[in-house]
């Protein structure tokens, strides 16, 4: 596909399951960043993945969370046991990752959570 | 203090105004990007400056690094100009970004 995409587009789970949300960046491109945006609240940062590196997971809130990125494509943000508070927008984006550190980032349409 | 701060929050104007949105910040960056979200949620780019001005269509973004200050200016606004615009700082030795709060704009006919 031309963009970044996500799945689900929505997802509702019951407080305590675990979820897993994907996205698939642009073909071509090494960086791929994750964001949550709360409802009312700002966007924040959650993991980063640059090629084989190891990611930076300075925005994860807490070891309920975790994500992987399989062959340096896809990825995979898992929650654990999850809480109210995990509601929210997941938003995914990717860049070529040349020209560090002014390449652009395209975002995906994201997955919203609801966690009842 | 927040790392960048975006003024107004909200801003109503009539179709035709121009329209500055300004983006503060406190810290060393090594760019900074104007992002765009409709309702419904998508986030489109609109630019992404390290210095100077950069101009698309009717909308045109400057930043003074000294100053540590940016603008984004719509010319001739429109209603499908309302969204939010968000103003994010890619910090100088990280690769992610740090984001302002948004101003939503309403544009009225």
Redesign the interface.
Known sequence: GAGVSQSPSNKVTEKGKDVELRCDPISGHT?L?W?R?SLGQ????LI?F?GNSAP?K??LPSDRFSAERTGGSVSTLTIQRTQQEDSA?Y?C?SSSGRG????????G??T?LTVL | KNEVEQSPQNLTAQEGEFITINCSYSVGISALHWLQQHPGGGIVSLFMLSSGKKKHGRLIATINIQEKHSSLHITASHPRDSAVYICALRIQGAQKLVFGQGTRLTINP
């Open positions: 960086a960043y964001y945006q700002g966007l924040e940062f980063y640059q930076d300075s925005g927008v938003l984006a560090v550190p002014y390449n652009e980032q395209f975002f349409p994201g919203r």
